[in-house]
């Protein structure tokens, strides 16, 4: 099994970017963990539409029909930590070789990648900055690891 978090426009904050990096060599030692970033800083349109799909264009290169693709969307389904992680072990039990979880632009996602995800999670109801989602979702990511092995990280 292999992560691949998949993220539209470099993390600017040098302090988000090290919780990041930190949380990706903890979840390396359960499973490989790779973050690629997708540049988009040369997508220069007014029409918010038309950016969502130039931004699609670049998902879509990215992903093959074999991966198993999560959408972080505020459309979609919201868990718990341990809920998480029991979706996230369901994933695997699939026999899954690639999951990419996908944060995308500020405007969301084309018809076309939201036609292409397997499913979509949502991490709060609240809007967050696509950066400190980063953060968020890495630390859950690993949290529910340590909720799968049993390991003193997550308390009830």
């Not at 038309?50 to 991966?67: F, N, S, V």
Request: proline fraction near 1%; glycine fraction near 4%; aromatic fraction near 12%.
């Amino acid at each position: 099994m292999k992560i691949t978090f998949l993220l539209l426009g470099k993390t600017t904050s040098p302090e988000i970017k090290s919780i990041c990096d930190d949380y990706r060599k903890r979840i390396n030692h359960y499973t490989k963990m790779e973050e690629v970033i997708i540049d988009n800083s040369a997508i220069k349109l007014a029409d918010k539409q038309k950016i969502k799909e130039k931004e699609g264009e670049l998902i879509m290169k990215k992903i093959t029909a074999t991966d198993f693709v999560v959408l972080l969307d505020d459309k979609g389904k919201e868990f718990n930590s341990v809920l998480f992680s029991q979706y996230l072990e369901s994933i695997f039990n699939q026999s899954v070789k690639n999951i990419f979880f996908i944060v995308g632009g500020a405007y969301g996602f084309s018809d076309a990648v939201y036609k292409r995800a397997n499913a979509k999670i949502s991490l709060s109801k609240m809007t967050f900055s696509h950066q400190i989602v980063r953060a968020i979702f890495s630390e859950q990511l690993y949290r529910a690891f340590t909720i799968m092995r049993n390991e003193p990280y997550h308390h009830e």
